[in-house]
């Protein structure tokens, strides 16, 4: 299992951004694959996930409305998505899957660097 | 859903036990075996070192070990040694069907 991110990306506030993270070496539709937020030297933050299987997809609270999580079956690719970037935004975003009934991240990417300045 | 609560640190000397407490808040850990604990050194992704409470992966030390009572979840790292000086969070499953992170304990190696 192997799951490998977008670049690192330096976007201005109120720019449009979706990061990716491609997934491979397992079956891309019966995994769950999830966000995770790491602020400069601040703890990890759950985002949320989606099972690319059937598209279904939960946001912790804290995150619902402030970004969009998606996942195309035919790429083997996840996504996570803002409409309008703010500075608070600039953090390393981490993506993570694990199998259908399970209920831990066993597999991580290596992270995207996002820094949202003017 | 509010963070699961961890000590900021941990301290110990080689070869010591120390063990890092995780507590919850109603629909997360009391309700749930779905506790995992991720290790984080600086600048690296997060690893897996403990899932279902208390289950070790494959290639994960037996120095590390987890177990739960109430709404409290525990680490426990035995025979420290200066390769565990790192981050470590505990992670639940909720009633929300979502997940949440513990607040983070700095593990240091004295």
């Known amino acids: 299992v192997q799951l490998v991110q977008s670049g690192a990306e330096l976007k201005k506030p109120g720019e449009s951004l979706k990061i990716s993270c491609k997934g491979s070496?397992?079956?891309?539709?019966?995994?769950?694959i999830g966000w995770v937020r790491q602020m400069p030297g601040k703890d990890l933050e759950f985002v949320g996930i989606i099972y690319p299987g059937d598209s279904n997809t939960r946001y912790s609270p804290s995150f619902q409305g402030q970004v969009t999580i998606s996942a195309d079956k035919s790429t083997n690719t996840a996504y996570l998505q803002w409409n309008s970037l703010k500075a608070s935004d600039t953090a390393m975003y981490y993506c993570a899957t694990h199998e259908y009934s399970k209920a831990y991240f066993d597999y991580w990417g290596q992270g995207t660097l996002l820094t949202v300045s003017s | 859903q509010s963070a699961l609560t961890q000590p900021a640190s941990v301290s110990g000397s080689p070869g010591q036990s120390i063990t890092i407490s995780c507590t919850g808040t109603?629909?997360?850990?009391?309700?749930?075996?779905?506790i995992s604990w991720y290790q984080q050194h600086p600048g690296k992704a997060p690893k897996l070192m403990i899932c279902e409470v208390s289950n070790r992966p494959s290639g994960v030390s037996n120095r590390f070990s987890g177990s739960k009572s109430g709404n409290t979840a525990s680490l426990t790292i035995s025979g420290l040694q200066t390769e565990d000086e790192a981050d470590y969070y505990c992670?639940?499953?909720?009633?929300?069907?979502?997940?949440?992170f513990g607040t983070g304990t700095k593990v240091t190696v004295l």
């Open positions: 109603s629909g997360d850990i009391d309700v749930y075996n779905y």
């Open positions: 070496g397992y079956s891309f539709t019966t995994y769950w």
């Open positions: 992670f639940s499953y909720t009633a929300s069907s979502t997940y949440v």
